[in-house]
């Protein structure tokens, strides 16, 4: 099992770019999640998916979508990059979320310049 | 969820048990404690999880008072590579996981 996969590892955009984050876990977990984490502060949630389909928001979900449709990939796209953005972006899986703890990626750097 | 409270940081001698507290006297009956930890930028990592027991395992033990308002994560035997943020979360399954602030855990040699 490769667990959580994150890409890319960094990235830098210009103001106004758009990407995607990727992120593929080989679990079969059907819990996924989106966390950003600002310079010496907490994780915070962008978004999450209890399923193929399924998504929510978190506490933070302005500036970003995704969309889960496989249970594998659960990819986030910033629409319009700004340096408000910049940020270390973690992904995260789970089993069944209360019986089992979230495995997290290592994370993808971004700077907004 | 119900929230916690945490210190911001603690020290600990290394061989020595680190012992870290968390208040959640508002937890519900059906919310579990969690322990995560955040070694440097890594992604955090699951420690360990309860709902009114004692738990133990190859990393750490968790005692919850009898009332279920605060716990203990415990790590036996301290090395410098338990350097970390620790975080503590009540969790339903219900919502999300959420993190808060945590506390710093420096292993001093």
């Known amino acids: 099992n490769a667990g959580v996969t994150q890409t890319p590892k960094f990235q830098v955009l210009k103001t106004g770019q758009s990407m995607t984050l990727q992120c593929a876990q080989d679990?079969?977990?059907?819990?996924m999640s989106w966390y950003r984490q600002d310079p010496g502060m907490g994780l915070r949630l962008i978004h999450y998916?209890?399923?193929?389909?399924?998504?929510d928001q978190g506490e933070v979900p302005n500036g970003y979508n995704v969309s889960r449709s496989t249970t594998e990939d659960f990819p986030l796209r910033l629409l319009s990059a700004a340096p408000s953005q910049t940020s270390v972006y973690f992904c995260a899986s789970s089993q069944d979320r209360l019986n089992y703890g979230y495995t997290f990626g290592s994370g993808t750097r971004l700077t907004v310049v | 969820d119900a929230k916690t409270t945490q210190p911001t940081s603690m020290d600990c001698a290394e061989g020595r048990a680190a012992n870290l507290p968390c208040n959640h006297s508002t937890i519900s009956g059906n919310e579990y404690v969690y322990w995560y930890r955040q070694i440097h930028s890594q992604g955090p990592q699951y420690i360990i999880h309860?709902?009114?027991n004692n738990e133990t395992n190859e990393m750490a033990s968790l005692i919850i008072t009898e009332d279920r308002k605060s716990s203990t994560l415990i790590l036996p035997h301290a090395t410098l590579r338990d350097t970390a943020v620790y975080y503590c979360i009540v969790f339903s399954g219900n919502t999300p996981l959420v993190f808060g602030k945590g506390t710093r855990l420096s292993v001093i040699a």
């Open positions: 679990m079969n977990h059907e819990y």
């Open positions: 309860g709902l009114k």
């Open positions: 998916s209890v399923g193929a389909g399924i998504t």
